[in-house]
């Protein structure tokens, strides 16, 4: 169900594979768990692409028969909770969507839970739940208001009406809308651009934000210099913040460590 990939030694591939459109169950949130388990873990891999295998699924979601069947515990669910990321508040690396296809429900949410998207001209991106008597608890709710203007948000999350790729761009959530042929290439461009930086940089950068985005100016700075950020204190005395400058200088690429 799901398929795994190291491309160029520092970007892993996870990529969402059952036929036929990818719905998750509990086997493949465990598959999403562990694959997104071993990113975090391994610290050669410095990006992920996360994806789904043929060309008119990204995902749609919950697999509603495993509702039905009464096979939905959420106690069950890993460290990274729903599908493996949608409660990973610790990881500092980078988490690249490619939306190969529609994004329903459960899809929707993990293109959410990512830092970056990249989509296929005309996928959609569905949260449908309130049509099913549900709520889009895996962070639909949560995430769609902050990632999206709130009342649009709140249009697609109390209707449940599909909104394209094109116009999701148009808001800011979608970065770049490809022919589908091009999805994965996209995806995998923004990848190497985030593996030629520092990557003591990228986790302090991402956890600034992460840690930051429900505070005022004021407030963030005395939280980014308040001593608590571990990925910042890294990025602080890693031989990276000598290392950038110098290259620079001397005009030749740098030799990043850790």
Not at 66 to 72: I, L, N, Q
Not at 175 to 200: G, K, M, S
């Amino acid at each position: 169900m799901i398929r795994t990939e190291v491309v160029e030694g520092t970007i892993l591939v996870i990529t969402m594979d059952r036929a036929p459109a990818n719905a998750i169950d509990q086997g493949m949130s465990d598959g999403l768990d562990a694959a997104f388990s071993r990113f975090e873990r391994e610290t050669a891999l410095l990006a992920c692409v996360v994806t789904g295998s043929g060309e008119r699924f990204f995902s749609a979601g919950w697999d509603l028969k495993e509702f039905v069947a009464g096979r939905d515990d959420e106690s069950r669910f890993g460290s990274g909770g729903y599908m493996g990321l949608t409660e990973r508040w610790d990881l500092v690396k980078p988490v690249i969507a490619a939306v190969n296809g529609t994004a329903a429900g459960g899809g929707f949410e993990l293109a959410l839970a990512c830092d970056l998207v990249v989509a296929a001209e005309g996928a959609r991106f569905i949260l449908p739940e309130v049509r099913h008597g549900l709520v889009a608890e895996g962070g639909g709710a949560i995430r769609a208001p902050r990632r999206l203007p709130p009342m649009l948000a709140m249009e697609l999350l109390l209707t449940g009406r599909p909104a394209l790729a094109e116009e999701l761009h148009r808001h800011g959530f979608v970065n770049r809308v490809v022919p589908p042929a091009q999805v994965l290439d996209a995806a995998l461009e923004l990848a190497r651009a985030i593996c030629a930086a520092a990557p003591t940089s990228i986790a302090a950068t991402k956890e600034i934000v992460r840690r930051t985005a429900h505070l005022s100016v004021r407030d963030a700075y005395a939280e980014m210099r308040g001593g608590m950020l571990p990925a910042y204190r890294r990025m602080r005395d890693s031989a990276n913040r000598t290392e950038g400058p110098r290259a620079f200088t001397e005009k030749r690429p740098p030799r990043w460590t850790g």
